[in-house]
């Protein structure tokens, strides 16, 4: 079928020539990370294909549990920890040292945005992407009071922009919630505008 298009066009007094577009295949990149092979899902998502293409990351605002901003295999920029104890009243204090204690974010930054092909621990999609640690959630066995309850969604919209002023071009939310008939129209409101606002500035919100 092609090469009766070919000599279609070929004799066609109005075409000067017509020839097969060629196609342009470069080798595909296979970084050094020792835990690489045997991290199938990025084979998967063809990863290596994807990395031929861009090797520019960006930086990715982690709004979690914190992120063990020590850790070797991570770029990690601090933002806040919006709750790194809670006062006698319930509230939340805040600081600048957001330290994973569950390491359930750090898994997540791993996830998203190990630092690949530098001969440690694993690869990741974003091939030069960094961290921007944001905690919205207290120590475990602190006990978290009605107002912190009531507030971590405009907790989350917080963090998120923070991370967004220290440049995040992603946000990314690896959690979930069961929320009641009262509040969950709050939830989903807080949640657009968390969206309308990144999409302003730039960034996408993964969930």
Known sequence: MLSSAKAELQSNEAVASAEFDGVNVTQATFPDDPLYPDQWGLVQVNAPGAWTIA?????IGIIDTGVNY????????RGIDFCSS??????????TFPMDNVNHGTAVAGLAAAITNNGVGVASPAFNASVIAEKVFPPPGEPCGAQCAITFDHVVLSAAE??????ARVINLSFGSFPSSETYHSSVTTYQQLVQYASKKG???TA
């Open 55 to 59: 090797q520019k990351g960006v930086p």
């Open 70 to 77: 020590n850790h070797e295999d991570l770029a990690v920029t």
């Open 86 to 95: 809670v006062a006698d009243d319930g509230t939340c204090v805040l600081s």
């Open 162 to 167: 923070h991370a967004i002023f220290l440049t």
């Open 203 to 205: 960034a996408v919100v």
